[in-house]
């Protein structure tokens, strides 16, 4: 008896969650390019390696694949604060590799005395949009070469590296995952703001 109360009770508070949730972001409301499609992605060719935190495992992929990138490398990011990872861009972007860098708002703002990261990858002469159409631009994802992916629960810090429980997949060949992840990238660069040099709030 309390379990079928219990349904009742949630059953009955689903319209009110549907008004709660409707007020929240709308999908057409700040971007120039659609949501991309969702798509059926085989990876049947594909190769995979996997990394866990805490180690450091992870940011030597990361580092890797930064220094191996030849044509092209698009970053989604939340938490940028690696230093050694930060570096390896700016390398990169020196040897001609094409290197693009969505935000979250919070990588406009100083943080324990250092300079904003936006700041820091701009000084560069890389490309950032700061992703303000969201509450929170939560994607850690990198792009190499059109190629690679890496995602996974990993922000691109020390502390995902060393002091963290994170899981980083860096997937190749996967030519259809791949495409989708660009594809998310361009929408999500069509719903940002080209980094001003200040504060997002």
Request: with cysteine; charged share 15%; net charge positive.
């Amino acid at each position: 008896m309390i379990d079928i109360l219990l349904l009742a009770a949630l059953f009955a508070s689903m319209p009110a969650l549907a008004r709660h949730y409707s007020q929240h972001f709308k999908l057409s409301e700040s971007c120039t390019l659609p949501r991309p499609a969702q798509i059926p992605a085989t990876l049947n060719a594909a190769q995979v390696m996997v990394a866990f935190s805490p180690g450091g495992d992870g940011e030597v992929l990361i580092l890797q694949a930064l220094a191996a990138a030849r044509h092209r490398i698009l970053i989604q990011a939340y938490g940028f604060t690696d230093r050694r990872i930060l570096a390896a861009l700016g390398r990169a972007k020196a040897r001609g590799v094409d290197v693009g860098v969505i935000l979250d708002k919070t990588d406009t703002q100083w943080y324990e005395g250092h300079e904003p990261v936006a700041s820091v990858i701009s000084a560069m002469q890389i490309p950032v949009w700061i992703d303000t159409a969201v509450n929170i631009a939560h994607n850690k994802v990198m792009i190499i070469d059109d190629n690679g992916l890496i995602t996974g629960s990993y922000n691109f810090t020390y502390s995902a590296a060393y002091d963290n429980a994170e899981n980083l997949l860096y997937i190749r060949n996967a030519p259809a995952l791949v495409k989708a992840y660009i594809n998310n990238w361009r929408w999500r660069q069509s719903c940002s703001k080209p980094y001003a040099g200040r504060p997002v709030t």
